[in-house]
T-cell receptor, first 112, second 116 residues
Framework: TQLLEQSPQFLSIQEGENLTVYCNSSSVFSSLQWYRQEPGEGPVLLVTVVTGGEVKKLKRLTFQFGDARKDSSLHITAAQPGDTGLYLCAGVLEGSARQLTFGSGTQLTVLP | DTGVSQNPRHKITKRGQNVTFRCDPISEHNRLYWYRQTLGQGPEFLTYFQNEAQLEKSRLLSDRFSAERPKGSFSTLEIQRTEQGDSAMYLC??????????????FGQGTRLTVV
């Protein structure tokens, strides 16, 4: 059983559409990060959220940390083909030794 | 180049052979992590170091796997007597230990291992 459940697992949309990716858990996280990974490369950090209810924006990407710090979402506005990739959420469990636990990822494909 | 560096990028080896991977973290980072990732999955934690001390090892890290960080800088991950099930991307990440709640890890490009 995954500690962090991501949904959907796969998403294929047309350029210009909006989308939301979810990352859910029954555990509390002291921080949560979102990464984007391209084939054959390592994950690239997009954002870190640490406060319950926190919202961060990165151009067309909006990240939200749930009030209870158990879930997060990533919303992309007007998706572009360059947004294609594997989106991973990863969290540090409250009270843990601070190793990152990853979700299984959402594979996003944006068609031109 | 100030990012995390991993070598080699690709390794093909015969079953039963030993392999060693190297990771050079971001220079001021005191934490170093190893993860393994198979196709279509998120990275799975293997082990991490705080400076030269190996503080945690996953149950995924069998006796055939050993990791070192002798001087608290670069790290090596060795797999002995490789098996086909070891084929995966091996990722290294580093971070600067901060106050509670904010641990940003930066990843290298990974080493793709194929055991034939």
């Amino acid at each position: 059983t995954q500690l962090l459940e991501q949904s959907p697992q796969f998403l294929s949309i047309q350029e210009g559409e909006n989308l939301t990716v979810y990352c859910n858990s029954s555990s509390v996280f002291s921080s949560l990060q979102w990464y984007r990974q391209e084939p054959g490369e390592g994950p690239v950090l997009l954002v870190t959220v640490v406060t319950g209810g926190e919202v961060k924006k990165l151009k067309r990407l909006t990240f939200q940390f749930g009030d209870a710090r158990k879930d997060s979402s990533l919303h992309i506005t007007a998706a572009q083909p360059g947004d294609t990739g594997l989106y991973l959420c990863a969290g540090v469990l409250e009270g843990s030794a601070r190793q990152l636990t990853f979700g299984s990822g959402t594979q996003l494909t944006v068609l031109p | 180049d100030t990012g995390v560096s991993q070598n080699p990028r690709h390794k093909i080896t015969k079953r039963g052979q030993n392999v060693t991977f190297r990771c050079d973290p971001i220079s001021e980072h005191n934490r170093l992590y190893w993860y393994r990732q198979t196709l279509g999955q998120g990275p799975e934690f293997l082990t991490y170091f705080q400076n030269e001390a190996q503080l945690e090892k996953s149950r995924l890290l069998s006796d055939r796997f050993s990791a070192e960080r002798p001087k608290g800088s670069f790290s090596t991950l060795e797999i002995q007597r490789t098996e086909q099930g070891d084929s995966a991307m091996y990722l290294c990440a580093s971070s600067l230990d901060r106050t509670r709640g904010n641990t940003e890890a930066f990843f290298g490009q990974g080493t793709r291992l194929t055991v034939v």
